[in-house]
């Protein structure tokens, strides 16, 4: 009665049933354009801010970097110098040496109590005194042994704007024995920070912890202080790292920045970036969905014109129906589709002759015949519980199953069973309607094997076969989540780009192959994963295993690897060979990320011992790794003298 009902005012007033579903949709429309605007306007500040941090915590490691091995060179020419005194000529010529091992640094030179040049790296020692830079008195006022950073400064030597690095000279008996210096020119860190993309309002700067501005990209009046700024107020106190939004010094425009100061050295690195060049994607991306709305909001009017036609056209075709039913009961016998008549128990009435040009069968094989006579074996089942699940007049079900043709191959036939009454007060009897879906089965089959395939592919590194980083981070992350005891081995193939470099990336390719197959068997059918973690390193995971046991598994590799006799002609070895270290999860071990850093360490304390070896995390007297000396050893220091 409700269902007449509706039906009566739809053809009463359509104009006020199309104009609603009209409101309706373009409603829709607009809400959804709104909402996905929102969320992909958050989503892209989320993205854009998750980079920066990023970003600036590979700059924080370069600065430290930069700084750390003029540190260490240092450190080893004042413990000399607090013994010794050199030969000019040939303290000069070591200092000559140590400025063309390190890049970074312009020049080196020791000033004496007075601020006079004592040595240097330069071609003739300069004539003007500097004991009154701020730095010769800082060294000569304070026993502290540390380097100072300071500036910039314009050299006097030069004339180039420089961040100077500088460290007390101590006599033997601890007083003031003159000042260490070298020199870092300030764009040596702008050229750096010119190659990354932070948009046309961006910036990249290096200040140190007093608020001294010490480089920056682009390039900005360096010196001036912005420790009135809520980073130097407030949130270096907080945090060593993280980011926010704020109207820039420099500018005026509100950018998002991120900072991180070292934890070696009193320097800070902020990135920054405009919102204006944060949302210029969501804003073009916002245009797209704009115009996208806009196509949808003229399909809905179409669809609302052709349903106010099809209500007007749908009233006069009923009249004609009625005339037109009888012939489609003649129809029914004819189409392509069988259709087929049951009893409640199962037994066939009536089925179309369709059954012919479909099956390759007649009327007759099926006729008073149950209809699981003529259904393959294994889907009687599902064809039994598709039946009984007719409970109603307006139920129906669908179901798939198999039946032999004529010819006796096997066909796919995709049946809708419906229960109804033949006529008023009669039995209900099950009526089904069997189309051939055979060849969509097989390209349902195909599409499915090569989705399949595809996800094979998608975490898969293509030249080895191994598993990819994104599979080893994900099975790293769950492994780590289930399991109390976990190791990974983080493999490196030693001198690898010797071996390009000599054979071809042809012979590359092939040595990545075979050693790849040889990592991937360590772990086969043993709950553990293989993956290339990239260019020539390997990773294993191996769930259960403790680091003693991964630490043979490791050496049973490596020696496998050499086994395999690749010759390498760059090699002290002359064969290919590979370092290994070797970390398991413990309770100092935070999440998987640092137990990834503690195998890295420990893979880079086996090439420092070497190569052609495995190390374990736990074999470390610290996790903390040291950096290499760029500038000769104090071995060369004493050679100078």
């Not at 029914?332 to 390759?360: E, Q, W």
């Not at 699981?372 to 294994?378: A, G, L, Y």
């Not at 006799?565 to 309770?587: L, Q």
Request: net charge neutral; glycine share 6%; charged share 25%.
């Amino acid at each position: 009665m409700a269902t007449s009902a509706l039906h009566q005012s739809i053809h009463r007033k359509p104009h006020v049933v199309v104009g609603t579903f009209l409101a309706l949709m373009l409603a829709c429309v607009l809400g959804l354009i709104v909402w996905k605007a929102s969320v992909a306007r958050d989503a892209t500040l989320s993205r854009a801010q998750e980079d920066l941090k990023n970003l600036t915590r590979s700059l924080a490691e370069h600065a430290a970097h930069a700084f750390k091995a003029p540190d260490v060179a240092m450190a080893g020419m004042a413990d000399l110098l607090k013994f010794q005194n050199p030969l000019p000529e040939r303290f000069n010529a070591y200092l000559v040496a140590a400025t063309r091992s390190m890049p970074q640094i312009r020049e080196i030179g020791v000033l004496n109590t007075e601020g006079n040049w004592r040595y240097g790296s330069f071609a003739a020692l300069p004539s003007h005194n500097s004991a009154d830079r701020p730095y010769f008195a800082y060294h000569r006022d304070n026993p502290s042994p540390k380097m100072l950073i300071s500036g910039p400064i314009t050299l006097r030597t030069s004339g180039r704007p420089s961040i100077i690095l500088s460290r007390r000279i101590s006599t033997s008996s601890g007083d003031f024995g003159g000042v260490l210096i070298a020199a870092i020119d300030r764009d040596y860190f702008g050229e750096f920070y010119r190659a990354f993309e932070v948009g046309s309002h961006g910036g990249i700067s290096l200040l140190s912890t007093d608020g001294t501005l010490l480089a920056r990209w682009p390039v900005a009046d360096t010196g001036q202080k912005i420790a009135d700024t809520s980073l130097f107020q407030e949130r270096l106190s907080k945090s060593r790292a993280g980011s926010y939004k704020v109207k820039s010094p420099f500018d005026g425009l509100s950018k998002y920045i991120a900072y991180e100061q070292s934890t070696e050295y009193p320097v800070v690195v902020t990135v920054a970036r405009a919102e204006d060049d944060v949302l210029a994607s969501w804003r073009t991306d916002l245009v797209s969905d704009a115009l996208v709305a806009g196509l949808l909001a003229a399909i809905i009017v179409a669809i609302a014109a052709l349903l106010s036609s099809q209500f007007r056209f749908r009233t006069r075709l009923e009249q004609s129906l009625r005339e037109r039913e009888a012939r489609f009961r003649l129809l029914a016998d004819n189409i392509a589709d069988i259709v087929i008549v049951m009893d409640r128990k199962g037994y066939l009435r009536y089925v179309s002759p369709s059954v012919v040009t479909v099956l390759g069968k007649t009327e007759d094989d099926f006729l008073r015949r149950l209809c699981f006579e003529v259904v393959h074996e294994d889907d009687r089942e599902k064809v039994l519980a598709a039946g009984s699940e007719l409970q109603g007049p307006m139920a129906s079900r669908s179901v798939r199953f198999r039946v032999q043709r004529g010819d006796g191959a096997t066909a796919w036939l995709e049946a809708n069973f419906k229960l109804a009454e033949i006529s008023s007060g009669s039995e209900l009897e099950i009526v089904g309607v069997l189309r051939d879906v055979t060849n969509q089965k097989v390209l349902e089959d195909e599409l499915s094997s090569a989705n399949l395939k595809l996800a094979q592919l998608a975490t898969t590194d293509g030249l080895t076969m191994l598993a990819n980083r994104r599979s080893f981070d994900a099975f790293l992350r769950q492994a780590y989540a289930e399991h109390e005891v976990v190791s990974v081995l983080l493999i490196d193939i030693d001198h690898f780009k010797g071996f390009n470099d000599a054979l071809g990336h042809q012979a590359g390719d092939g040595c990545l192959q075979r050693i790849a197959e040889l990592i991937g068997s360590a772990t086969a059918k043993t709950g553990g994963l293989s993956a290339r973690y990239g260019g020539e390193e390997f990773a294993v995971v191996l769930p259960g295993v403790d680091e003693e046991r991964a630490a043979r598994v490791a050496d049973a590799i490596r020696l496998l690897v050499r086994r395999l006799e690749i010759y390498h002609p760059r090699s002290p070895r002359k064969y290919v060979a590979i370092s290994v270290g070797v970390a398991a999860k413990g309770d100092a071990t935070t999440d998987e990320l640092a137990l990834t850093r503690d195998a890295d360490i420990a893979l880079y304390h086996a090439k420092e011992q070497g190569r052609d070896c495995t190390v374990a995390s736990s074999s470390l007297v610290s996790s903390r790794l040291e950096m290499p000396s760029l500038a000769p050893s104090l071995w060369d220091l004493e050679g100078a003298l």
